[in-house]
């Protein structure tokens, strides 16, 4: 592989050695993917491509769509679709994290159908959505997993004053273009108040005549009693300014003009926000950040459009910012905190016939739990497996859920993670089970205390980036031919049939 020249990425899948029982060795087979410049990736990005979308419920479904990205509106869409045109397409500030390879349930469990090096997932919204994909070459697999990468790493560093106001500036836009029935580019009086309506705003007829006239400034040719991209913006930012927030405004407006000075902006968060050690200085950093106009800027003034961001930003949240951050004592013993936890975590609806999936470990610790559930059941080949006991629910493999426990374990913090493990595994596969988790989890697996000496649990602060086991364990004299039980739902104890593996 050549050197790189220019600003340039690549993606490397490297193998990890799977132990298997009976000693027997497997390894996966070690790809580094190509390197482009970023710029060619987005680049073809923007040209499109034709893949494969692969969708996995009690049957699999392929579908193929063409993919690009939409620089100016910031999303990736596709055609054709079936969906709505608000469905079909993903924005780019949606999107958390894309994975290459057979990294979601979807291509797991599609093992050996599709080359891993022509698969990528992209991890989307609130509820961890994933659109899993397979390209038609590992080249464009490569370039789309880097531009993408790219893209998303650019959006994610423009600050939430700009992203509010792309997103409000985009979605005029596309509401504009939906309501220009005839294609002209302009919406007439009847257009506009079709529009009013949809959106249910409240206006009477009457009210939107007025501020259609006042909205439309270019009153010659043409261009006459219609409203352009411009100026239905000014049309909607009329129409949708908020009485009681522009009164408020008024309220601390000491000169009596449409906009606040950074001597009555002081007042306002002093008197209204209780704001504590406010400062003309931190106001004037407010300004600078929240008002959108070059003149109020250049003069210190915010008006109600400024005024309107800064209630909307972090500033005028009632969470104090302060604590965004940990901001407590961390030194105490680990039994003094409540602890984030997951029940059943690896399932994705009811504990009788839902799916089993990797996944929601993903989804649970990147939304920060510290105390994470593993039903763990013997299975074929000598491989333990988690599931519900004695139902409906499917499968997924211990190995491929401490994988993901290892990759996202501390990207929420770096305070210790608990692995509650409900284990039903004879012995035989307790020894694969504790031999895989040395494996994955290297020196992040705690085997011994922090400090012997000490005569209460560790703090949290002590086992920063560590991974504890939480597990019954027998006494060595209580040995039997056979299986270990260990049910934690209430039950009373059972006899056990063989002593359990230590890590």
């Given at each position: 592989m050549s050197g790189c020249q220019g600003e340039t990425a690549c993606v490397s899948r490297c193998a990890i050695p799977l132990l298997y029982n009976l000693g027997v060795s497997?390894?996966?087979?070690?790809?580094?993917?190509?390197?482009f410049p970023v710029q060619e990736c987005i680049n073809s990005m923007c040209g499109g491509t034709e893949m494969i979308k692969v969708r996995h419920g009690r049957i699999?479904?392929?579908?193929?769509?063409?993919?690009?990205?939409?620089v100016e509106g910031q999303r990736i869409r596709w055609e054709p679709s079936s969906k709505s045109a608000d469905k079909s397409r993903i924005p780019i500030r949606s999107i958390s994290e894309v994975r290459e390879g057979h990294q979601s349930d979807v291509f797991r469990l599609a093992r050996?159908?599709?080359?891993?090096?022509?698969?990528f997932s992209i991890v989307y919204g609130s509820s961890h959505e994933q659109l899993n994909l397979v390209a038609?070459?590992?080249?464009?697999?490569?370039?789309?997993?880097?531009?993408?990468?790219?893209?998303?790493?650019n959006a994610s560093k423009s600050s939430t004053v700009e992203a509010?106001?792309?997103?409000?500036?985009?979605?005029?836009?596309?509401?504009?273009?939906?309501?220009?029935?005839?294609?002209?580019?302009?919406?007439?009086?009847?257009?506009?108040?079709?529009?009013?309506?949809?959106?249910?705003?409240?206006?009477?007829?009457?009210?939107?005549?007025?501020?259609?006239?006042?909205?439309?400034?270019?009153?010659?040719?043409?261009?006459?009693n219609t409203l352009d991209l411009g100026e239905f913006r000014d049309f909607y930012k009329a129409v949708s300014t908020r009485d009681e927030i522009y009164y408020l405004m008024m309220k601390y407006s000491s000169s009596g003009e449409e906009h606040l000075t950074t001597n009555d902006l002081q007042s306002f968060l002093e008197t209204e926000q209780r704001a504590e050690n406010v400062t003309p200085e931190m106001c004037r950093e407010f300004i600078k950040k929240y008002e959108p106009t070059s003149a109020g800027v250049a003069e210190d003034w915010m008006g109600v459009d400024g005024f309107s961001q800064l209630l909307l930003g972090p500033e005028g949240q009632?969470?104090?910012p302060e604590h965004a951050e940990v901001h407590q004592d961390m030194t105490q013993p680990l039994s003094h905190y409540f602890i984030n936890s997951s029940h059943n975590t690896y399932l994705t609806g009811d504990q009788l016939q839902s799916k089993s999936s990797v996944d929601m470990y993903v989804k649970v610790l990147k939304m920060g739990c510290k105390c994470i559930e593993l039903d763990c059941w013997d299975?074929?080949?000598?491989?333990?497996?988690i599931f519900h006991g004695y139902t409906l629910t499917s499968k997924v493999k211990f190995y491929d859920v401490i994988q993901a426990i290892n990759k996202y374990a501390f990207v929420a913090s770096p305070y210790p993670l608990i692995l509650s493990i409900e284990n039903h595994c004879s012995v035989d596969q307790q020894e694969m089970m504790a031999q895989q988790m040395r494996q994955v989890f290297k020196e992040r697996l705690l085997t011994e205390p922090p400090n012997k000496m000490q005569t209460t649990l560790p703090s949290p602060e002590q086992l920063k980036e560590k991974i504890l086991i939480k597990n019954k364990k027998l006494d060595n004299e209580e040995k039997i031919d056979g299986w270990?039980?260990?049910?934690?739902?209430?039950?009373?104890?059972?006899p056990r049939a063989s002593q359990q593996t230590h890590l």
């Open positions: 497997k390894q996966i087979r070690c790809t580094v993917l190509f390197v699999r479904h392929e579908y193929k769509r063409f993919y690009f990205l939409d050996g159908l599709y080359s891993a090096d022509q698969c038609p070459s590992e080249v464009k697999a490569s370039q789309w997993i880097i531009g993408l990468r790219n893209v998303v790493k509010m106001q792309f997103a409000r500036d985009q979605w005029l836009k596309e509401t504009f273009e939906a309501a220009d029935k005839n294609g002209d580019r302009s919406l007439s009086l009847d257009e506009v108040i079709g529009l009013v309506k949809k959106l249910n705003m409240g206006l009477s007829i009457k009210q939107v005549k007025r501020i259609f006239i006042e909205s439309d400034t270019n009153c010659f040719g043409e261009s006459a009632i969470f104090n299975g074929p080949e000598g491989e333990p497996y270990v039980t260990d049910e934690d739902e209430g039950e009373e104890e059972k």
